[in-house]
């Protein structure tokens, strides 16, 4: 069983600035990619930002310059650092996991997700 929760989402004002954090526990061989997604009222979910075992990184264009994702790999876990948040970022967070099962290949996760809104 592999679990991938989110947390840290939340109310801000337009120009603020938030923190994510999502952790995978469970029994799995490791992680590959993780990242995270977002999907905002009657819109498709996009991209937001990925990152590797290794640490490369890969942004939307949206969030380039604003958002930084980072990755502990000892704890199993990524960070999402939004900073001059706009309106438009409001919108259900999700973090998403390529688990290397032990029975071999990986298997994508993905959490609940959290609520982020930027709203004055």
């Known amino acids: 069983q592999v679990h991938v929760v989110e947390s840290g989402g939340g109310l801000v004002q337009p120009g603020g600035s938030l923190r994510l954090s999502c952790a995978a526990s469970?029994?799995?061989?490791?992680?590959?990619?993780m990242g995270w997604y977002r999907q905002a009222p009657g819109k498709q979910r996009e991209l937001v930002a990925m990152i590797s075992r290794g640490g490369s990184t890969n942004y939307a264009d949206s969030a380039k310059g604003r958002f930084t994702i980072s990755r502990d790999n000892a704890k199993n876990t990524i960070y999402l650092e939004m900073n001059s948040l706009k309106p438009e970022d409001t919108a259900v967070y999700y973090c998403s996991a390529d688990v290397r099962v032990y029975s071999g290949g990986y298997v994508p996760y993905r959490g609940q997700g959290t609520q982020v809104t930027v709203s004055s």
């Open positions: 469970g029994r799995f061989a490791g992680i590959n990619d």
